[in-house]
C-alpha cells in the first residue's frame, strides 16, 4: 500500500508533470469537449466534471462511478452527468487521443 497505489489506473500521477502533461492534456479534453457541444452532442452548459462521469459511464462494464461531493451544488452536478446523453464515438475518439498523445507515456509505465 501507499503512493505507488495512487498511481497508474488513474492520472492522479500527472501532478508531477503538471505544466508539460496534465495541462496540456485538460486542455485537449476541454477542445474535444467543445466540438462535442459545438455539434450539439451535449449541452452547452455541460460541465467538464459532467462530461467526464458520463464519459465513465459509457464504458462497457462500468455501472456506476462513485464520485465525492461536499455541496449540494456538487451533487446536483453529478446528478447532472446522469442526465447527459451518451457520448458519441467521435467525442471517445477524441480523448483517446489526447490520452494517447499526453498522457499514456507517464502513466502506463507505472501500472
Not at 496540456?24 to 467538464?48: C, H, L, N, Q, Y
Request: glycine share 10%.
Amino acid at each position: 500500500m501507499g503512493s505507488a497505489q495512487d498511481k497508474g489506473e488513474t492520472w492522479s500521477g500527472l501532478g508531477e508533470c503538471l505544466e508539460d502533461v496534465a495541462l496540456p492534456a485538460v486542455a485537449g479534453i476541454s477542445t474535444a469537449i467543445d466540438a462535442a457541444k459545438a455539434r450539439g452532442e451535449i449541452a452547452a452548459e455541460a460541465t467538464m466534471a459532467q462530461t467526464a462521469l458520463r464519459w465513465i459511464l459509457d464504458h462497457e462494464g462500468v455501472t456506476c462511478c462513485i464520485p465525492g461531493a461536499r455541496t449540494v451544488e456538487q451533487v446536483e452536478g453529478i446528478l447532472g452527468a446522469a442526465k447527459l446523453p451518451k457520448l458519441s464515438e467521435e467525442t471517445h475518439a477524441a480523448v483517446k487521443d489526447v490520452y494517447a498523445e499526453k498522457v499514456q507515456a507517464i502513466v502506463e509505465p507505472q501500472w
